[in-house]
């Protein structure tokens, strides 16, 4: 077992009947993909809301969907090369369209004009890589009929949620929603981890969720399907998988007092779905950077891409994927495996540690001078960069304390190689 994983074992909120954590706890990194209908609109995965599309009009996406250029091995091949472990792919978004052949509706790709089954080569094409299985699957269903939020009335939940009293049957959509779940549970071989989403916790509706999802029975017959899966947080039960969106904690994430298994889901550029005209992207060192940042405070990151209506990755899309994927080559060592450091990492710095070896993240390479109070003293660049090859951090407040040596290994990569005793700083 690795040093995470007693950490895990020992320190976590983790329920024992939840699947094992230490592949997703090593992994750290992996692709979230968002892509359906909306794909098509090329605007963002909530058009038919933003837009106030009406169903009559959004289904023209449904009668032309046909990704010709759809190539999941291409997907997995551009994952794997990013350094991504793992997927977690849009089973089904709040649009309701099935990217498989689900035997619970008509709304799914097997009756659009490519008439095939989308999920089945996309898991074939990622396990072939050897990235983990994941499922995003949404619990919330604009097109399905007796769902009580249809996507044309303001997505004000206190309305919709009269609406559902105008005789809307939950419990035939609950029927609904956990024979989709099996479906995937079931047909696809193991799956790894499963994403639920659309907490109604998030949104301040304490309760509703589990009691409309059923959350505890559908949790039941998820590990008899599958025992060995993760699932995030988003049944509303108060376990599993934390999911902070589209922004990054300020430090390890907790419930109290105790450290939870957290994964920071991100975009590109603010979309999830593919959205041709966004401006917002996000450089390559800034998503390095995220990444970073995140397995320093012990979470995970889910970088998402929006393939196009067509089945295609866009440019900037690769070319981001392909960046992170260089820098992966040189330094995963610090990501894999890694997590928080217990020591505090100097400002505009990050500290990811990996059994003995901390690995110092100089996010400004190399215009700052290195304050590493609690760990060493303060050194210049000047002093850091002349001494490259080896560079003592010593103690200056307390000399005697505590001296090591760092090793500048690559541009950005500082390793400091810790005594196998546990040094007495204080
Ligand atoms: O509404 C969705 C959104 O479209 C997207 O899927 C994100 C991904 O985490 N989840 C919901 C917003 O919280």
Same mark, same amino acid.
């Given at each position: 077992?690795?040093?995470? @994983? ?5 320190? +976590? ?24 209908? $909306? ?9 038919? &809301?933003?837009? =106030?599309?009406?169903?009559?009009? +959004?289904?023209? $996406? ?11 091995? %291409? ?9 991504? %472990? +793992? ?19 008509? +709304? ?84 790894? $981890? ?16 589990? %009691? ?7 949790? %039941? ?39 939870? !298994? ?11 779905? $593919?959205?041709?005209? @966004? ?25 998402? !891409?929006?393939? &196009? ?93 505590? =001296? ?23």
């Amino acid at each position: 077992m690795t040093e995470i @994983n007693e950490k895990i074992h020992s320190e +976590y909120e983790w329920p024992d009947h939840y699947g094992n954590p230490d592949w997703f706890l090593h992994d750290r990194f992996g692709l979230f993909i968002h892509w359906g209908l $909306y794909s098509l609109a090329a605007r963002h995965e909530w058009v038919m &809301n933003r837009e =106030q599309i009406h169903p009559d009009h +959004y289904n023209k $996406y449904f009668k032309h969907f046909e990704p010709d250029l759809y190539d999941p091995a %291409k997907w997995a091949k551009v994952a794997k090369e990013a350094g991504m %472990k +793992y997927v977690v792919v849009t089973t089904k978004h709040h649009e309701g369209f099935a990217l498989w052949d689900s035997n619970y509706t008509e +709304y799914k790709a097997t009756n659009t004009p490519i008439r095939k089954d989308l999920l089945a080569p996309l898991v074939e094409a990622f396990r072939k890589e050897g990235l983990k299985i994941g499922f995003y699957h949404s619990l919330i269903d604009w097109y399905h009929p007796e769902f009580p939020v249809d996507c044309i009335h303001p997505q004000r939940e206190d309305e919709a949620f009269k609406l559902a009293a105008s005789g809307r049957d939950m419990a035939k959509y609950r029927e609904f929603l956990h024979g989709q779940v099996r479906e995937l549970l079931t047909n696809y071989g193991k799956i790894d $981890y499963l994403w639920f989403d659309f907490s109604y916790e998030d949104r301040g509706f304490n309760g509703k969720g589990a %009691k409309d999802w059923q959350s505890e029975e559908l949790e %039941k017959m998820i590990f008899e399907l599958q025992p060995d899966i993760l699932l995030n947080d988003r049944l509303d039960l108060g376990r599993g998988v934390t999911t902070p969106e589209q922004y990054q904690p300020k430090s390890n994430v907790q419930k109290n007092g105790k450290p939870l !298994i957290w994964e920071a889901c991100q975009t590109l550029n603010g979309s999830w779905g $593919y959205d041709r005209d @966004n401006l917002n992207w996000k450089s390559s060192e800034l998503l390095i950077t995220m990444l970073i940042d995140t397995v320093s405070k012990g979470g995970n990151l889910l970088l998402n !891409i929006g393939p &196009n209506g067509r089945g295609e990755l866009d440019e900037k899309s690769l070319t981001r994927l392909q960046e992170i994927g260089e820098w992966m080559r040189l330094h995963s060592r610090s990501i894999y495996g890694a997590t928080e450091s217990q020591y505090k990492a100097p400002l505009d710095c990050r500290f990811t540690q990996r059994g003995n070896r901390l690995y110092l993240h100089v996010l400004h390479w190399p215009f700052r001078t290195i304050h590493l109070t609690g760990l060493a003293g303060k050194i210049s660049y000047a002093q850091f960069l002349h001494d490259a090859s080896e560079v003592f951090f010593h103690e200056y407040e307390k000399p005697d304390v505590f =001296q090591h040596t760092a090793f500048k290994m690559e541009p950005g990569e500082v390793v400091i190689e810790l005594p196998t005793t546990k040094p007495n700083v204080v």
